[in-house]
Nanobody, 115 residues
């Protein structure tokens, strides 16, 4: 099992930046991928961005060139740097870890972008 602890998030004005972090209870090298999904009010949860064990990054087109994911291997932590935030980025952000085809989730952290 993998436990995930999220931090960061909050309220920011449009054009601003926020940073989210997610610490895993297992080595990132034992996890197939880690990343962030988000769920806006009334919408389904969707992938924002993820990084695989091998360092490949997958992301939604809507966050391209604005969101950056990085990994601290020594701390088993991934960081999400969100720049040039838009009101449509408002959502609850959930850290995700996928290991052996099983998904693990953080508790979710809200991000609100005001216009």
């Amino acid at each position: 099992q993998v436990q995930l602890a999220e931090s960061g998030g909050g309220l920011v004005q449009a054009g601003g930046s926020l940073r989210l972090s997610c610490a895993a209870s297992a080595s990132v090298f034992a996890i197939d991928s880690m990343g962030w999904y988000r769920q806006a009010p009334g919408k389904e949860r969707e992938l924002a961005i993820e990084i695989t064990r091998f360092g490949s990054v997958n992301y939604a087109d809507s966050v391209k060139d604005r969101f950056t994911i990085s990994r601290d291997n020594a701390k088993n932590t991934v960081h999400l740097q969100m720049d040039n935030l838009k009101p449509e980025d408002t959502a609850v952000y959930y850290c995700n870890a996928r290991k052996s085809q099983h998904d693990y989730w953080g508790q979710g952290t809200p991000v609100t972008v005001s216009s």
